[in-house]
């Protein structure tokens, strides 16, 4: 079970792998698509809406069950996307993400693997998102009024991992050329 969760490390080993985290409504997902567009390469879906709109389209409610076939499901479709990556894979949430969800949801509950995995899991950025966005529904989204409580969780976590990340905040414009200058870095 272990092993689903771990990334692997032999396929394209000289790839940069970045990740998007931080609370829901705060454009991961617009930035990780134009950021695909811009360095012609792919990116990871968040599996976790996935997950939930197939479950809400039956009119199920997650779980702390599918915490783990959430975080199976992560790592399976990035260690996937790797093979074909660009010099540069980018990642719409890690099992970093999934861990702070959980133990937000379920009362600190998360399963022990998936905290070892989000712990030694690797990635050269995180790009973690200020909550300045207007949140959305979606049908999904459930959280308008505790964006600050979960932006501190999100990164304390990365500063009590010692993860390296850059804050990113203001307009959408503004976000993508914050994370334009920080990939084109890394590539370097």
Known sequence: MEEKLKQITDTNPNCIKVVFYGPESTGKS???KELAKWFDTVYVEEYARIYAEAKAQNNLQLTKEDVLPIAIGQITSENEQL????????C????L??????EYYYNGFCPKPVKKYAHENTYDLYFLTYIDTVWEADGIRDQPNNRQQLFNR?????????KPYVLIKGSFEERLDICKTQIENLLK
């Open 92 to 95: 719409d949430t890690d099992l």
């Open 154 to 162: 999100f990164e304390k976590e990365l500063k009590d991992l010692k």
């Open 30 to 32: 617009s930035l990780v």
């Open 83 to 90: 093979k074909t990556a660009n010099k540069l894979l980018i």
């Open 97 to 102: 993400e999934t861990k702070v969800y959980s």
